[in-house]
């Protein structure tokens, strides 16, 4: 019988019991539970956090035939089971609940199942309680999803977001008294808050996030994509047999290039498994929730894209932050936006970038729309008449949508002048789907920005407050063009002046060389 792909199934048991596709990652786990006791993994939303937690779960339940066919089947002693404390903070309804009653119900919940009654009035008494009581069978296994849900939920209202910080911290307090009835524990997140106790008090919980050993541990490597997909690539190839010779290329533009030491790449389950079911490329992991707080953050910091893309960052700040000192670039890496290009272990240097094109394309869009006041589907109708102009090489058309755009954009926001207007110019060539190079060096200087397409190059020279024909005589007197001699498409140069008080170009003068 044919798998299926394991669309919207976090439970592991449903995984092997539904006959979807399980791509097998007992190896890394099994190194993880026999070589270590404390951890703790940052990932990204829908990435496959919650998968991991449920398949350790039924590994210390000692649920073997489950596992029937998978590397751990014949390696891990399955007659030894352990009792375990799950807890998803994603599914406890604290919102609605409020979070300390929600985590004591939980408990509670947890208990019964077991045939146990807590006394304890606390959920730090009562967690205490719990792990003591369940010990009676064996040591306990603690397995902790999603521990900072509470407070990225509230992220935006920082009192709650301390309030239910401060409950957290309450309830981790009665792990670290608790380590002899404890066999393993277990917490994922997306981001590590460095005030919370399972941090703090935990001096040997290790934090695995960047750790090279576990860097494919979630996610899906292209040669497991290959090996695991064969039937759903091959139909998604079928499809677009016109339109793209090399389909794992464009599979791999589009989902590839998540990376957590630097080297593995990584494509995202959820978006490949949506490409997969509806064998069409479309932004599936971004659609699954809107980035509101961050895109309010970086118009708040006057963020521009040559401060996003290609950004340096250090480790000691990407692993964790404090709520009331938020590190863009650490928050922009943690929850999934940016991902690392090259990590220099010697210095602890980190280079950050866009992962792929979803995630690229989709970002950029909502930035975009963020700046100019406007809905996702005004700023998208507008992006197509711009991608429409520039195709047609309609240049007066293109710069008058550009201006279309720029015209809504809060003069207060503005900042460093000619780095932000070439920051949006880039921003929207990006988006429309061409490869825009900014900050090209020659021999006599630097380009501000080429843009190729399959007919044309294009040389642009940004001016502020001047004249495009300043900006002309730059690229002529400079010999921009001479990098491109060889070319056989044709090269234009494309001069442009933004005007600081009207905010648009006033200006511009294209030349075909």
Not at 38 to 65: C, D, M, Q, V, W
Not at 121 to 141: G, N, W, Y
Not at 389 to 400: G, W
Not at 426 to 446: M, P, Q
Request: glycine share 4%; with cysteine; hydrophobic share 40%.
């Amino acid at each position: 019988m044919k798998k299926i792909l394991a669309l919207g199934s976090q439970e592991f048991s449903e995984v092997i019991g539904n006959n979807c596709i399980y791509i097998d990652k007992t190896k890394d786990i099994y190194k993880l539970i026999t070589e270590g006791k404390y951890y703790f993994l940052s990932r990204p939303r829908r990435f496959g956090k919650s998968l991991l937690a449920n398949t350790l779960k039924e590994i210390f339940l000692g649920n073997k035939k489950l596992f029937k066919g998978l590397w751990i089947y014949d390696k891990w002693d399955w007659e030894k089971a352990y009792p375990v404390i799950k807890i998803s903070f994603a599914s406890i309804d604290h919102n609605t609940l409020g979070l300390e009653t929600a985590i004591d119900i939980q408990l509670d919940k947890i208990a019964k199942a077991y045939g146990h009654v807590l006394d304890m009035k606390s959920i730090a008494t009562k967690f205490e309680e719990l792990i003591i009581k369940l010990s009676e069978q064996a040591q306990v296994a603690i397995i902790i999803d999603e521990y900072d849900k509470p407070i990225i939920d509230y992220i935006d209202e920082l009192e709650k977001a301390k309030e239910n910080l401060g409950i957290l911290r309450n309830f981790y307090s009665a792990v670290k008294d608790a380590d002899k009835y404890i066999r393993f524990f277990f917490v994922t997140g997306v981001s590590k808050f460095s005030n919370v106790s399972v941090f703090s008090n935990l001096n040997n919980l290790s934090d695995i996030t960047l750790n090279r050993k576990y860097s494919r541990m979630i996610g899906w490597t292209e040669e497991e994509v290959v090996d695991y997909f064969p039937d759903y690539i091959a139909k998604v190839r079928e499809r677009y047999e016109n339109v793209s010779s090399d389909i794992m290329q464009k599979i791999r533009e589009w989902y590839d290039g998540y990376s957590w030491d630097g080297q593995t790449r990584l494509y995202n389950p959820v978006s490949l498994m949506n490409l997969f079911a509806q064998q069409d490329f479309r932004n599936y992991w971004f659609e699954t929730g809107t980035p509101t707080f961050l895109l309010k953050l970086i118009k708040e910091k006057k963020f521009t894209a040559f401060d996003i893309e290609n950004s340096y960052i250090s480790t000691n700040l990407l692993d964790k932050y404090e709520i009331t000192k938020i590190t863009l670039l650490a928050l922009l890496f943690q929850t999934g936006y940016l991902t690392i290009k090259n990590y220099n272990r010697n210095s602890g240097d980190i280079i950050l970038d866009y992962p792929n094109r979803e995630v690229a394309d989709s970002f950029s869009v909502h930035i975009l729309s963020e700046l100019v006041y406007e809905e996702i589907d005004l700023t998208d109708n507008l992006l197509y008449k711009i991608r429409r102009s520039f195709i047609e090489n309609e240049i007066e058309d293109f710069i008058e949508y550009i201006n279309t755009l720029f015209s809504n954009i809060p003069y207060n926001l503005i900042d460093r002048k000619e780095k932000y207007f070439h920051s949006l110019f880039y921003l929207v060539l990006k988006i429309i789907g061409y490869n825009v190079e900014t900050e090209i060096l020659t021999i006599k200087g630097r380009i501000d920005a080429v843009v190729r397409t399959d007919e044309n190059i294009f040389i642009l020279e940004f001016k502020i407050d001047q004249s495009a024909q300043k900006a002309i005589d730059q690229i002529k007197e400079r010999n921009y063009a001479q990098k491109y001699k060889d070319d056989k498409r044709p090269v234009s140069l494309l001069g442009i002046n933004f005007d600081t008080d009207k905010k648009m170009i006033d200006d511009y003068i294209i030349e075909l060389q």
